[in-house]
């Protein structure tokens, strides 16, 4: 398996800790973001969609990273990053996903550089866009944590999920950006547990070969 | 099973699409997204997210579109929404979430409002702002569907899939928005395909008892 990485990436990260709470290594190739390495037709013809993670294995290159961690999960299911029943299934993907579609893509560099760039906002403008969604998407994400019987150590019971894997990253360039998380008790809980884990921990953006 | 349910959103759009196509039926409740219903202490009860659709099922609410989908194939699997091999539903769910992450994310209502009433942009910038992602996720979407040897009729072959439960809304919102689609042939065929299936027609927004 060859990874195509950037230490920075949000989705990079979560990819990372699930192969490393799987157990799996792969070849690393670094995608720098920052100068746009992710828009050069080598990488485009990697990942048409100029975005990082993808991830080469079986003769094909799998994109976006929560569909590369389910076919992790699927072909290598020890230890599940699912639970085994339907229901409980979807609480946890409707977390990943959460943060996923609802937080992360507004707040990605990409947004930053076209607020910038094609609208010219400041940089105070541009972090209060950042501090704007991550207030609304954790306030949703804390009143779901807080109000559901299956939550324990983690985001479902006592072992780690992709709702975890998704939401430590998260939490992580929250505390970045300095976005104040007094009112989110519950996820700073389960991203301090997560945070503890070995797997987690390896797969920190300053932990990377390609750290700046 | 209830749906909270809004005829424009894409989201929501998705959830009807499969639905129909696994011959199930629910109560749906109404929730009316521009005159700010999602935001009132009765639905924040219900999706804390603030954010359609939602179901509620075996006595728990789900949310996320595509957490619901894959629950409703879980447990409803004729007809497949997803393939069998783990490397092909990895290519369909990267369809579906390039849709469901890069594209949907940032150009939904509550981010024309933000760019509106936080940063005071004009109509004409906030169209900007939709045909430019629009045409940043379907040049890279273009390129991933002429380019895979899996592609039929549909994403995935010749029947429908969650990839193109998620393409058919966001071309329906691109035409509504006006954005140019000559440059993608693929996105185009496909689209035209699976909205001539009566379940695809059934889910449209202009069809759905709350359409204004």
């Not at 290159?61 to 569909?67: D, E, I, R, V």
């Not at 992790?72 to 699912?82: K, R």
């Not at 992709?162 to 700073?188: G, K, S």
Request: aromatic share 8%; charged share 25%; proline share 7%.
């Amino acid at each position: 398996m060859k990874i195509y990485d950037y230490f920075r990436s949000s989705a990079a990260y979560r990819l990372r800790i699930a192969l490393t709470l799987k157990g799996l290594s792969a070849e690393r190739h670094f995608i720098h973001l920052r100068r746009r390495e992710q828009s050069a037709p080598d990488y485009l013809a990697v990942n048409p969609m100029g975005l990082v993670p993808a991830l080469e294995t079986g003769g094909r290159t799998l994109t976006q990273s929560l569909a590369i961690i389910e076919y992790l999960d699927e072909t290598h299911p020890d230890p599940a990053l699912l639970p085994h029943d339907p229901l409980d299934r979807a609480w946890v993907r409707s977390l990943a996903l959460a943060v996923a579609c609802d937080i992360h893509p507004v707040n990605n560099l990409r947004i930053l550089n076209h607020l910038r760039d094609a609208l010219g906002q400041d940089e105070a403008a541009r972090n209060g866009w950042y501090a704007h969604w991550v207030a609304e998407g954790f306030r949703g994400l804390e009143a779901m944590l807080a109000g559901d019987d299956r939550v324990g150590a983690f985001c479902f019971g006592d072992a780690p999920t992709i709702a975890d894997i998704c939401l430590v990253p998260q939490v992580f360039n929250a505390e970045r950006m300095n976005c104040p998380l007094d009112d989110y008790p519950t996820i700073r809980r389960i991203a301090a547990a997560a945070r503890a884990l070995p797997a987690f921990q390896a797969a920190e953006p300053g932990r990377q070969p390609d750290a700046e």
